[in-house]
């Protein structure tokens, strides 16, 4: 490479004879490993800063690699390879992290030239960052970060990060607030009565048409049962057995909350016609509603153990 171009006060800092010796050896060695100088120093500096992105594009390239061949590897297969090959880990966990960093981003991002131009050290920074808070950083603040030195873009970066967590923090809090605020503007009541009385209702409505569903194909399955004295006896007193104690336990169950639901509100609510309960449209409406849906679930359950057996 030449100086021609180079201003004197540009090359004070080297003799002539140094200058020349720095350049030979420099020539040699690129020679050696098979590299052709540039000629001009514009062609130089356009030669590093294309070098530099095409080191950012391996860097990506090794992290996709790196993470391909870790989720293709049984557990300690992949540290096991580095310690074979003598690949350093903390590098390659740094060549993850900006595979990661890309593939979190949107395609526009990745094609930014700022993060294109942006040195090794200053993208892994900026990696570390939550995928949201690169996302919220457009064309000119990705070429001020690109144009810090690197201890100050590290304070930048920790700025950001603090934000982040602030912006966290705030959310979280909100929520909280959203979550205590629909507590406490809970509805009260339902169809004109408390919210408990009214639950109580609709889904009593729906157990009752499942209960008496399954009650009346139980008592024809019984029926048939006893009708069928072909059979063999022990068999038929082994279903016997079983359906009497289903229903035994069901129906103790039953006597029990019944009787404490009298003994708290007293017999006289419960006995006669004029104590059956009066439902209003819109509760009759949900509670119908309901039940259908209980139903439907019902039937194919039903249904399919049927299939099964």
Known sequence: MTIKDQEPSEIQVFSAEEQQQLTSKIETMA??????????????WQLVVRME????????KR????MSLKVNSQHGEFENKLRDYSLAPRTVRE??????????????????????????????EMA????ETVEALDEDDLETLNELSVREFRKEIKKLKEK???IEEQNATLINALENERL???PKQMYGIPTLCAQVRKEAFAHSSIVNESLEQNIS???ALIQQRDLDLDARIGAAQTVYHLWLGVNLRITKVLKSVVAEFGDEHFAGPETLPAFSEDEWQDAQANREFMMAQYSDRYHTRKGDK
């Open 63 to 66: 992290g996709l690699v790196y």
């Open 31 to 44: 020679g050696q490993i098979n590299f052709v100088m540039p000629q001009s120093i514009e062609e130089a």
């Open 221 to 223: 399955e019984i029926e």
């Open 184 to 186: 406490h503007k809970a």
């Open 128 to 131: 570390r960052l939550p995928v």
């Open 95 to 124: 060549s993850m992290t900006v595979a990661k960093m890309f593939l979190s981003l949107p395609e526009s991002k990745r094609r930014t030239s700022a993060v294109l131009n942006m040195n090794k050290s200053k993208l892994i």
């Open 53 to 60: 992105e095409q080191a950012l594009i391996d860097t990506a």
């Open 164 to 166: 982040q967590t602030d």
